[in-house]
């Protein structure tokens, strides 16, 4: 804003700014409370003993901290199991879908062919078929061919891609300047060579965005494992949905909070290095449609 | 004009079809293969057969006595209470989840859109709930909500000693109301790259012809991001209707078959339909009642579609009219 528009807009209002400002940022901090409480809460709880669980008054800050909690959800339990079930299925499926996504969304915003904008309307509608209409007869055929209660469904939906994700990389890849592959077509390179060495390069957020989006998913998902995989195959979020049982057979609750603050831990990592590439991701991607 | 160009270079690339072209389209083909194969595999050929499932009595193992029941199991549904309930729930869930799931993305978003010392700790740490992973997600926002061990029922303990408000079941759509209310930072991202996309030039304009903030916003901001609401309120639709591993973790009682044991009085549409097909192996009446459900997400889609052009702004229109 320049010097002049800065006075005439500012100087009226001047006594007042200090005021809202110190009630908006109460007003941010409060928001950031009730955002954030939830997570400090299974913290916190994590850090009780069973018997402060449930007593009134609620223990808000439990004496002494049972951290031991973390180490009984990790190693009283077959934690390890279940983690490393999640890691085979996130992981993988997350990099397949990541590529195999980003080479038909250039193939969308850069080459021209027939049929394809028919095609690409398959792609979006396919947002609007719920899960549930695909997901019970995909069931049916991964059975017939004896994939169920292997990771094999994920890694081939992941070859596929994601129409989500097809449309963000497109949405991208139609931003770059022509000339850019031109050039490069010029001097003799391929369409594999020009996507992986020229686009792929160029769209780091983008890369980023589509990775944790897919990421949290598959992490996060309890449906499909829950159908698809049994007891020993099934993933952390399967796992931890039922609460852990002491040798009695009632719900440990407070171990199997520190079991699931250990779940949330990768995310909230990959987010805290991720975050700014996430909303340039949003933005560069033109999300807002 | 753009719309000109492209279709005069669709023609010249029938006719001719370069060595070039052909090499191009081959190219393309080759690239979009995977999606295509998956396209046809995993998504046609399910829904084909799902559909054919669902004309069937079909319970998982009864191949050899398969018989074709008719629309049945679509008329059975519409008699089954648990089919209504489900529904109902869905519905009210959906429509105050979106509503307020956006009102509440635009009011964070316009807090965050100006000049502010923390604006990058605060977008950030109001986006972290929208980005954890949904299974622990829940757990964490149903532990806040815990009868006895929540912290909502201690603070109102301060003011009302003794407040033990069993919330999950008593205030069970509302609950999970505010768990979508808890993801709002996705949508508020979202109206952020939106407002960032309104030119200042057209504010400022506003604002030396005389009008106030309100006026700017309702006049001119607004207007221009009906296309993100447009987006947001089409795609929140469709996944809040959906609503399926929330509810299931958040009532907390998936056994270890994973069978459902909630009242049906708080079943929404997908439980039922997971119950029905997971529970009770009914295939053929599962799949019948998951493609009413698409087809009642289709008609949502297309009537939100045909009355977008009375209330979304397309600046494409408006391009237009210029060049005439």
Same mark, same amino acid.
């Given at each position: 804003m320049s010097a002049v528009t800065t006075l005439q807009a500012r100087i009226p209002y001047k006594p007042k700014i200090k005021v809202g400002r110190i009630l908006l940022y #109460?007003?941010?901090?409060?928001? $950031?409370?009730?955002? #954030?409480?939830? #997570?400090?809460?299974?913290?916190? $709880?994590?850090?009780?003993l069973q018997s402060e669980y449930s007593i009134y008054p609620v223990v808000i800050i439990p004496k002494p901290l049972q951290w031991i909690n973390y180490k009984r959800a990790l190693f009283d339990y077959p934690y390890f199991r279940y983690f490393w079930n999640s890691v085979k299925l996130a992981i993988p499926t997350t990099a397949i879908t990541v590529l195999s996504s980003a080479l038909a969304g250039f193939a969308f915003a850069r080459l021209e062919a027939p049929f394809k904008r028919?095609?690409? #309307?398959?792609?979006?509608?396919?947002?609007?078929?719920? *899960?549930?209409? $695909?997901?019970?007869?995909?069931?049916?055929?991964?059975?017939?061919?004896?994939?169920?209660? $292997?990771?094999y469904p994920w890694y081939l939906w992941a070859l596929s891609g994601?129409?989500?994700?097809?449309?963000?990389?497109r949405q991208f890849f139609s931003t770059i300047p022509k000339d850019l592959e031109d050039a490069a077509e010029v001097d003799g390179c391929n369409r594999f060579r020009i996507f992986w060495q020229i686009f792929l390069p160029l769209s780091g957020p983008v890369v980023a965005t589509s990775a944790i989006f897919h990421f949290q998913w598959a992490w996060g998902d309890w449906f499909t494992p829950q159908i698809f995989l049994s007891e020993l195959k099934t993933t952390l979020s399967v796992f931890?949905? *039922?609460?852990?049982?002491?040798p009695k057979g009632l719900p440990l609750e407070t171990v199997t909070f520190a079991g699931v603050m250990i779940y949330l831990l990768p995310m909230l990592i990959i987010f805290f290095i991720a975050q700014k590439y996430i909303v340039q991701g949003v933005v560069t991607t033109g999300l807002k449609g | 004009m753009q719309d000109i160009a492209v279709m005069v270079r669709e023609r010249s690339v029938r006719r001719t079809m370069t060595k070039r072209a052909r090499r191009e389209a081959r190219d393309f083909y080759l690239l979009t293969l995977p999606w295509i194969l998956?396209? +046809?595999? /995993?998504?046609?050929?399910?829904? +084909?057969?799902? /559909?054919?499932?669902?004309?069937?009595?079909y319970n998982g193992l009864n191949l050899d006595t398969l018989k074709f029941v008719g629309i049945r199991n679509y008329t059975r549904a519409f008699e089954t209470p648990d089919f209504w309930i489900g529904l109902k729930n869905t519905l009210w869930y959906a429509f105050v989840s979106v509503v307020l799931g956006n009102i509440a993305a635009l009011i964070l978003a316009l807090m965050l859109n100006r000049e502010l010392k923390g604006r990058a700790v605060f977008r950030m740490l109001y986006y972290?709930?929208?980005?954890?992973? /949904?299974?622990?997600? +829940?757990?964490s926002f149903g532990l806040i909500f815990n009868k006895n061990s929540g912290i909502v029922n201690a603070i109102l303990s301060m003011f009302v000693p003794g407040t033990a408000i069993n919330w999950i079941v008593d205030y069970w759509v509302p609950v999970l109301v505010l768990f979508s209310l808890w993801g709002v930072g996705g949508g508020m991202v979202i109206y952020l790259a939106g407002l960032q996309g309104v030119p200042s030039e057209l504010k400022e304009a506003a604002k030396i012809d005389g009008a106030n903030n309100f006026q700017v916003f309702f006049n001119v901001v607004l207007p221009l991001l009906t296309p993100v609401i447009f987006f947001q309120v089409v795609l929140g639709l469709i996944g809040s209707l959906q609503i399926l591993d929330a509810a299931i973790l958040l009532y907390g009682r998936a056994g270890l078959s994973g069978n459902i044991n909630m009242p049906q009085k708080l079943y929404f549409y997908m439980v039922y339909n997971y119950s029905q097909v997971f529970d009770y192996q009914r295939y053929g009446y599962g799949v019948a009642i998951s493609w009413i459900f698409f087809i009642m997400v289709l008609i949502f889609t297309l009537i939100l579609l045909f009355t977008s052009k009375y209330w979304v702004y397309y600046e494409v229109a408006q391009e237009e009219?210029?060049?005439a």
């Open positions: #109460i007003v941010f901090i409060l928001v $950031t409370l009730v955002f #954030i409480s939830p #997570i400090i809460w299974v913290f916190l $709880t994590s850090l009780k028919i095609l690409f #309307i398959l792609v979006l509608s396919m947002l609007m078929v719920p *899960r549930m209409v $695909t997901a019970i007869p995909n069931f049916m055929l991964f059975a017939k061919l004896g994939l169920v209660d $292997t990771y994601s129409s989500f994700h097809i449309f963000l990389f931890l949905a *039922r609460s852990y049982p002491d | 998956g396209f +046809v595999g /995993l998504s046609l050929f399910p829904l +084909v057969l799902g /559909l054919a499932t669902s004309f069937t009595n972290l709930p929208a980005i954890l992973p /949904l299974a622990g997600a +829940v757990r009219r210029k060049a």
